[in-house]
């Protein structure tokens, strides 16, 4: 006599078509619980995946079903996919595409219903509100979002997202001609002690946070050579450096001859703040990682106090509003000046893909372009050009054939 399966392991049955159906009650993102489906060619196969459902269920793993809105699917792809496997940073990132532009316009509609017609008239509405910028990124985090959807078993079997384009943003933030940097790099020697900071952005295109996570057993002064390593970023835990994503971000950098003394003369200024400090009784907090650039008080500078000090010199100097994001781009734009090879200024900037290099070239007036503008200008520019020309045109059309 066959054994009953006993209460919550599922069933396994035979459909009219031949092939066999497992049915298994499982948890849903949102605390209810719901009958899901799967199917299989033989008993055998219906029967493995009965049980890996039965051992998703005893873990408590959510498992979402073929009527799961897009809602939530958003909460289960944050908590059970994002926030377990990426950073962080990605994962805020990611929480506040969904919280302010995704969920309000899609969170009710279900999931295997959403259509493409459906989907582009979203993201069009989407950039006339918001912007192309913001439209794009929502879409990129979208996409990133059904793609997972696509390895579970509820029956997703394309990514709509794919098949919608999203108009690019013309305006992914400007950046400066070299004598907008040299004049930066003036006032920031003259106004603030973070000018060895501030001198690595347009020079190796160094990120904020990658400034204020480098440490000094990242820098090797004597062979002028520079790790990028660590990054400093905001988590639920605090303010931590945490490794750079991938390992293109952490090849090794040459440091430019003008980086040596500054580094050297930061690296004095903190030891001298220690030793006043600890002699007048002043607050000074032991740094256990040994951070390049720190604070009065010894604790590792802020990425917000990097980006206002930035503010500040750029005001000061008379250059209009500029951020560390637009100073790490000038680095790239002046290395497409000189005429280096994109996968040169990949290296230089680590890009993790060359698309974004190559958005910096398609930026960036090209040398030869501008070369023959001027030549152009120089031609058309000179009142007495046009009577030489008249002379030389009257001349050839005296000339016996």
Same mark, same amino acid.
């Given at each position: 006599m066959?054994?009953?399966?006993?209460?919550?392991?599922?069933?396994?049955?035979?459909?009219?078509?031949?092939?066999?159906?497992?049915?298994?009650?499982?948890?849903?993102?949102?605390?209810?619980t719901?009958?899901?489906?799967?199917?299989?060619?033989?008993?055998?196969?219906c029967?493995?995946?009965?049980?890996?459902?039965?051992?998703?269920?005893?873990?408590?793993?959510?498992?979402?079903?073929?009527?799961?809105?897009?809602?939530?699917?958003?909460?289960?792809?944050?908590?059970s996919?994002?926030?377990?496997s990426?950073s962080?940073?990605?994962?805020?990132?990611?929480?506040s595409?969904?919280?302010?532009?995704?969920?309000?316009?899609?969170?009710?509609?279900?999931?295997?219903?959403?259509?493409?017609?459906?989907?582009?008239?979203?993201?069009?509405?989407?950039?006339?509100?918001?912007?192309?910028?913001?439209?794009?990124?929502?879409?990129?985090?979208?996409?990133?979002?059904?793609?997972?959807?696509?390895?579970?078993?509820?029956?997703?079997?394309?990514?709509?997202?794919?098949?919608?384009?999203?108009?690019?943003?013309?305006?992914?933030?400007?950046?400066?001609?070299?004598?907008?940097?040299?004049?930066?790099?003036? +006032?920031?020697? /003259?106004?603030?002690?973070?000018? =060895? @900071?501030?001198?690595?952005? %347009? *020079?190796?295109?160094? $990120?904020?946070?990658?400034?204020?996570?480098l440490r000094?057993?990242?820098?090797?002064?004597?062979?002028?050579?520079?790790?990028?390593?660590?990054?400093?970023?905001?988590?639920?835990?605090?303010?931590i450096?945490?490794?750079?994503k991938? +390992?293109?971000? /952490?090849?090794?950098?040459?440091? =430019? @001859?003008?980086?040596?003394? %500054? *580094?050297?003369?930061? $690296?004095?200024?903190?030891?001298?703040?220690?030793?006043?400090?600890?002699?007048?009784?002043r607050?000074?907090?032991?740094?256990p990682?040994?951070?390049v650039f720190?604070?009065?008080?010894?604790?590792?500078?802020?990425?917000?106090?990097?980006?206002?000090?930035?503010?500040?010199?750029?005001?000061? @100097?008379?250059?209009?509003?500029?951020?560390?994001?637009?100073?790490?781009?000038s680095?790239?734009?002046?290395l497409?000046?000189l005429?280096v090879h994109?996968?040169?200024?990949?290296?230089?900037?680590?890009?993790s893909?060359?698309?974004?290099?190559?958005?910096?070239?398609?930026?960036?007036?090209?040398?030869?372009?501008?070369?023959?503008i001027?030549?152009?200008?120089?031609?058309?520019?000179?009142?007495?050009?046009?009577?030489?020309?008249?002379?030389?045109?009257?001349e050839?059309?005296?000339?016996?054939?």
């Amino acid at each position: 006599m066959a054994r009953r399966r006993p209460n919550g392991a599922g069933t396994v049955t035979k459909r009219s078509d031949g092939r066999y159906q497992a049915a298994v009650y499982v948890p849903q993102p949102d605390g209810t619980t719901k009958r899901k489906f799967a199917y299989g060619n033989d008993y055998d196969e219906c029967d493995a995946k009965r049980r890996k459902l039965i051992e998703r269920v005893q873990n408590g793993v959510p498992t979402p079903t073929r009527d799961m809105t897009m809602g939530d699917w958003f909460d289960y792809w944050l908590t059970s996919i994002v926030k377990p496997s990426l950073s962080d940073g990605s994962h805020r990132t990611y929480e506040s595409a969904v919280r302010l532009h995704l969920r309000p316009r899609l969170g009710r509609k279900v999931m295997l219903k959403l259509g493409v017609k459906e989907l582009r008239a979203v993201m069009t509405k989407l950039a006339e509100d918001k912007g192309a910028k913001t439209a794009r990124h929502a879409h990129r985090v979208l996409k990133a979002s059904l793609t997972a959807a696509m390895v579970e078993d509820i029956g997703l079997t394309r990514n709509v997202a794919k098949l919608v384009h999203v108009r690019a943003s013309t305006d992914s933030g400007k950046s400066w001609d070299a004598v907008k940097v040299l004049r930066f790099l003036a +006032e920031a020697r /003259r106004r603030t002690v973070y000018y =060895p @900071a501030l001198l690595l952005i %347009p *020079l190796l295109g160094l $990120r904020r946070a990658e400034i204020c996570g480098l440490r000094w057993e990242n820098i090797d002064l004597e062979k002028r050579v520079l790790w990028v390593e660590q990054q400093r970023q905001r988590t639920s835990a605090g303010t931590i450096d945490v490794e750079t994503k991938t +390992e293109t971000s /952490r090849a090794p950098l040459p440091l =430019p @001859a003008q980086c040596i003394a %500054p *580094l050297r003369w930061q $690296r004095m200024r903190t030891a001298w703040l220690r030793e006043r400090a600890l002699a007048s009784g002043r607050p000074w907090t032991d740094d256990p990682d040994g951070h390049v650039f720190v604070t009065r008080t010894g604790q590792p500078l802020q990425a917000d106090c990097l980006y206002q000090t930035v503010q500040r010199v750029t005001g000061s @100097a008379g250059l209009g509003k500029m951020n560390p994001k637009g100073l790490r781009k000038s680095c790239g734009t002046l290395l497409v000046h000189l005429r280096v090879h994109p996968r040169i200024v990949k290296a230089v900037l680590r890009h993790s893909r060359i698309s974004t290099t190559l958005d910096i070239y398609a930026e960036a007036l090209d040398p030869d372009v501008i070369e023959a503008i001027g030549q152009l200008d120089l031609l058309l520019r000179q009142p007495d050009r046009l009577d030489r020309l008249q002379t030389v045109t009257a001349e050839d059309d005296e000339q016996p054939d």
